[in-house]
């Protein structure tokens, strides 16, 4: 089975910190993706990655950024958290290559104070 | 706008009460609808995937079937291990690898 994980369960941080998410995928998946899920909103895309090095922004980019240096490897970055950060953070990858379901990390639950 | 519609928002059943969630969506071009299940502090986790009307997938006690404008997750004699959020997906346009996700339905099944 296709294991994607978050390094983290749960994170607290102040406002202004910068904050590094890392996920981590274990089946040479080509596209990797950061969610935000919030009651109500459903999930929305942060950012997602077709290859190594490369990235596209999703819908609402706004205060993050991501690093792709290795293929297993997405990394988010809040670079100043700010208090509407506060959310769960889902990671997930999918093969590629016309098969497209997407597998899911645990997510990171981030409360910024 | 592009936009993907879920109902009910919540939804409880007694033990054996089939019932059907429903999914609708206002895409062109569609590439494919998916089906995921979410328990409480977890991500989603696959179901189905669909990409054309008429289209059925089975799994145990769910069956997914897709129309021109909507999906439906029938779930037959549920169970309380039934009890999750189900969310809807739709991929659509080309070169693009975005989806919408619905806010889901959250299923209590009681025993």
């Known amino acids: 089975d296709v294991k994607v994980t978050q390094s983290s369960r749960y994170l607290v941080k102040r406002t202004g910190e910068k904050v590094f998410l890392e996920c981590v995928q274990d089946?040479?998946?080509?596209?990797m993706f950061w969610y935000r899920q919030d009651p109500g909103l459903g999930l929305r895309l942060i950012y997602f990655?077709?290859?190594?090095?490369?990235?596209e922004k999703g819908d609402i980019p706004e205060g993050y950024s991501v690093s792709r240096e290795k293929k297993e490897r997405f990394s988010l970055i809040l670079e100043s958290a700010s208090t509407n950060q506060t959310s769960m953070y889902l990671c997930?990858?999918?093969?590629?290559?016309?098969?497209?379901?997407?597998?899911f990390g645990s997510g990171t639950q981030l409360s910024v104070l | 706008e592009d936009q993907v519609t879920q109902s009910p928002e919540a939804l409880r059943l007694q033990e054996g009460e089939s019932s059907s969630l429903n999914c609708s969506y206002t895409?062109?071009?569609?590439?494919?609808l998916f089906w995921y299940r979410q328990d409480p502090g977890k991500g989603p986790e696959f179901l189905f995937t669909?990409?054309?009307?008429?289209e059925e997938k089975e799994k145990e006690r769910l069956k997914a079937t897709l129309t021109k404008k909507e999906s439906f997750l029938h779930i037959t004699a549920p169970k309380p291990e039934d009890s999750a959020t189900y969310l809807c997906?739709?991929?659509w346009g080309s070169g693009t690898y975005k989806y919408i996700f619905g806010t889901g339905t959250r299923l209590k099944v009681l025993a």
């Open positions: 895409v062109s071009g569609l590439r494919g």
């Open positions: 089946m040479d998946h080509e596209n």
């Open positions: 997906a739709v991929r």
């Open positions: 669909l990409y054309s009307a008429g």
């Open positions: 990655s077709y290859d190594v090095k490369m990235k």
């Open positions: 997930a990858s999918s093969l590629g290559q016309g098969n497209e379901k997407l597998f």
